[in-house]
């Protein structure tokens, strides 16, 4: 099965620095691949998500790379705010048609922006 | 996106009382919908994928007998956990998917006594 290693497990970073998580997975197969954010005690949520027919997302201040070649992703969260800290998780999945399979996760980055 | 609601969020039992959870989709329908446990600052590990009007399918290492899930409709998938003991105390997080994006309930914290 799909095996997706997450780096760093804590990331520290100045309010208003940039935050890079990054991940790798392993089956070629994978095509989908979201993050997300859990803040403490609530469910994860969705914040940005790519597909493998493109090599770049941008949403605001938050941006997603994937290089099908290397196979890894990474996550790029610019001007942070103390309200982004939060653990952050990828995951990476194959998507036949509309039909999403099960999610892989990586174990999640604990993110947080010191005022 | 797509909204998932889970009940109850919290929930305190006795030992050996069964605890049933509820994972609703608000405005669209899941024909599958998964079931997730989170020990605290760990990642969501995947208990079974529950399939509306056939059974779930459990992962590897997680009683069946235990851990009861019915999908009796498109909106609606439960989670009970039968004879519950502390170690089952856990963060339980159902999602289900949407044209092709996966969205989380709440979770619900179980705390067994």
């Known amino acids: 099965g799909e095996n997706v290693e997450q780096h760093p497990s804590t990331l520290s970073v100045q309010e208003g620095d940039s935050a890079v998580i990054k991940c790798t997975y392993s089956?070629?197969?994978?095509?989908?691949f979201p993050w997300y954010k859990q803040e403490l005690g609530k469910g994860p949520q969705l914040i940005i998500d790519?597909?493998?027919?493109?090599g770049e997302k941008k949403d605001q201040r938050i941006a997603v790379t994937l290089n099908k070649t290397a196979k890894h992703f990474s996550l790029h969260i610019t001007e942070t705010q103390p309200e982004d800290s939060a653990v952050y998780f990828c995951?990476?999945?194959?998507?036949?048609?509309?039909?999403?399979?099960?999610?892989?996760f990586g174990r999640g980055t604990q993110l947080t922006v010191w005022p | 996106g797509a909204v998932v609601s889970q009940h109850p969020s919290r929930v305190i039992c006795k030992s050996g009382t069964s605890v049933k959870i509820e994972c609703r989709s608000l405005?669209?329908?899941?024909?599958?919908m998964f079931w997730y446990r989170q020990f605290p600052k760990k990642s969501l590990m995947l208990m079974a994928t529950?399939?509306?009007?056939?059974?779930?399918?459990?992962e590897q290492g997680v009683e069946k007998d235990k851990f009861l899930i019915n999908h009796a409709s498109l909106t609606l998938s439960t989670l009970t956990v039968t004879s519950a003991h502390p170690e089952d105390s856990s963060f339980y997080i159902c999602?289900?998917?949407?044209?092709?994006?996966?969205?989380f309930g709440e979770g619900s914290r179980l705390t067994v006594l």
């Open positions: 999602s289900a998917s949407d044209d092709g994006e996966l969205f």
């Open positions: 089956d070629s197969a994978s095509n989908y």
């Open positions: 790519i597909r493998s027919n493109v």
């Open positions: 995951a990476a999945t194959p998507v036949r048609g509309s039909t999403l399979g099960r999610l892989y």
């Open positions: 405005d669209f329908q899941a024909t599958t």
């Open positions: 529950s399939n509306e009007g056939s059974k779930a399918t459990y």
